[in-house]
């Protein structure tokens, strides 16, 4: 599970999308016992015999019996049980029921009803962690805030830093392995973060709240379903290489201070400091989620400048 850490980089996915997801229109769609939702405001409800995917603006997951859950949006609020893990991303994030087993969930709040249980493991991220309900497992979390109440959960100066050395770990070893099998897109992706950061800025919001969006429309087509839906299963995974794409951007910006090429171990020693020191300061009370979040959209700019990029040179070359 603590591979999967890094998601909690998908921690600022759900800040963006609460400011700019507003429509009315909803798309659904089933594949067999999977259900894919995407719209301004989704409710599900009723008996899900499989995964549950939703994206939009307030999400209202009451439908219970789902194997997996993945949400993301402005607002989540979570009711029905389900059978094994849930991975939450939103500005607030409320869980009223019962997973079985893992939850990884990130955002500006984070809610652990009373009479809710997480079965097994807790990863959080966020700007205030409040805990009324039980957890069966272990937990990792990255909070400016945390409280706990029936569960007895107290956060603790290890687990803060724990949190956040997992992070890192996890994102450098994302890093590096996007490094060497797309080092073309990867060090893309760093040039624009480091020569033009406020349009990253700029396009990366853009792109946060245009990805939703974009299934939606694509949903509303019949030829457009499948793109749609792996739309919404890559959102978490770009999501998450925009923070790896954002250090790079600062390390390579310390690279071209020296005077000599950097090596490929040179690239990533300093890669892996600067993920060391997003992490220190993503770790900070009240500030760190803010930073976070422009880490998130500025690399997620960038990527989005590099992949276009990537294909001009392709169809120049064809």
């Known amino acids: 599970m603590q591979q999967i850490l890094a998601l909690a980089a998908v921690i600022a996915i759900a800040a963006s999308v609460a400011g700019g997801t ?6 659904r769609f089933s594949l067999g016992e999977d259900q894919f939702a995407a719209g301004g405001d989704i409710r599900l409800v009723g008996p899900a015999g499989g995964d549950l995917i939703a994206a939009g603006g307030n999400l209202d997951i009451a439908a219970g019996g789902a194997v997996d859950l993945i949400a993301a949006g402005g607002t989540i609020t979570v009711d029905g049980p389900l059978r094994e893990d849930a991975i939450l991303a939103g500005g607030t994030v409320t869980l009223a029921g019962t997973v079985a087993q893992d939850v990884i969930a ?3 709040r984070l809610r652990l009803m009373r009479g809710a249980r997480i079965g097994d493991d807790a ?6 962690v409040t805990l009324d309900g039980d957890i069966g497992g272990g937990i990792d979390y990255v909070a400016g805030r945390g409280r ?3 569960s007895g959960w107290e956060p603790s100066r290890g687990a803060h830093w724990g949190g956040a050395l997992f992070g890192a770990l996890g994102t450098i070893a994302a890093g590096a392995v996007a490094f060497l099998l797309l080092p073309g897109l990867t060090l893309g992706a760093a040039a624009a973060v480091r020569e033009r950061p406020v349009f990253s800025l700029l396009l990366g919001i853009a792109v946060m709240a245009g990805v939703p969006l974009l299934a939606i429309l694509l949903f509303a087509t019949v030829i457009g379903i499948p793109l749609g839906a792996i739309a919404l299963l890559l959102y978490p995974a770009l999501l998450f290489l925009a923070i790896v794409a954002t250090a790079f951007g600062l390390s390579e910006g310390l690279l071209r201070r020296r005077l000599s090429p950097p090596t490929p171990l040179r690239r990533l020693g300093t890669f892996a400091l600067a993920v060391v020191v997003l992490y220190i300061l993503f770790a900070i009370p009240w500030i760190g989620g803010l930073l976070g979040i422009v880490a998130l959209l500025v690399g997620l700019g960038a ?5 276009a990029g990537a294909r001009r ?3 120049a070359a064809g």
């Open 313 to 315: 040179d392709s169809l």
């Open 303 to 307: 990527l989005g400048q590099s992949l």
């Open 22 to 27: 507003a429509a009315a229109q909803e798309a």
């Open 123 to 128: 990863l959080l991220s966020g700007g205030s």
């Open 106 to 108: 990130s955002g500006g």
């Open 148 to 150: 706990g109440g029936r």
